[in-house]
């Protein structure tokens, strides 16, 4: 195979334009993440959330959300009333009505919040979850979290 004399010339200029609107894209990308991922953190956003949060899957599993002043918290879960797993603390986030555990919340880690928590005088039964007369609960993914 036989090369021009200018050729590599040519390929050289290719080469340096390539790796300049690689160097645009990635700006971009990262302009995007950073966009992306500017949250409110939870303190500057709704003390009411604060406290702890139970939903009951069954009588013996649950979750539970702790918000606690300072906007930090973690998750625990529940099964056959004994505590399965948990997270370590972190901080929470609001962005419009989405609750986020964490600046990069993963699966199962942000809430679309559906009701701010509500005081009740009536008792309510949803589903597993009773939420007793005179208390709070709020509502998260469609679910019902009852203040403790």
Same mark, same amino acid.
């Given at each position: 195979?036989k090369?021009?004399?200018?050729?590599?010339?040519?390929?050289?200029?290719?080469l340096?334009?390539?790796?300049r609107?690689?160097?645009?894209v990635?700006?971009?990308?990262?302009?995007f993440?950073f966009?992306?991922?500017?949250?409110?953190?939870?303190?500057e956003?709704?003390?009411?959330?604060?406290?702890?949060?139970?939903?009951?899957?069954?009588?013996?599993?649950?979750?539970?959300?702790?918000i606690?002043a300072?906007?930090?918290?973690?998750m625990?879960?529940? !099964?056959?009333?004994?505590?399965?797993?948990?997270?370590?603390?972190?901080?929470w986030? =609001? @962005? *419009?009505?989405l609750?986020?555990?964490?600046?990069?919340a993963?699966?199962?880690?942000?809430?679309?919040?559906?009701?701010?928590p509500t005081?009740?005088?009536?008792?309510l !039964?949803?589903y597993?979850?009773?939420?007793?007369?005179?208390?709070?609960?709020m509502? =998260? @993914? *469609?679910y019902?979290y009852?203040?403790?």
């Open positions: 195979m090369f021009k004399k200018n050729e590599p010339h040519e390929l050289k200029i290719a340096i334009s390539y790796l609107n690689m160097k645009i990635l700006a971009l990308l990262i302009g993440l966009v992306g991922c500017a949250k409110t953190p939870l303190l956003a709704s003390d009411a959330l604060e406290g702890i949060w139970v939903h009951h899957t069954s009588e013996v599993n649950y979750h539970k959300i702790i606690n300072d906007g930090t918290g973690s625990e879960w529940f !099964v056959d009333n004994k505590k399965s797993r948990a997270t370590k603390v972190r901080d986030y =609001l @962005d *419009d009505n609750l986020s555990f964490g600046k990069a993963f699966n199962g880690e942000s809430y679309t919040i559906d009701k701010y005081f009740t005088w009536d008792e !039964v949803k597993y979850d009773t939420i007793p007369e005179s208390s709070y609960y509502i =998260l @993914d *469609d019902y009852v203040g403790q």
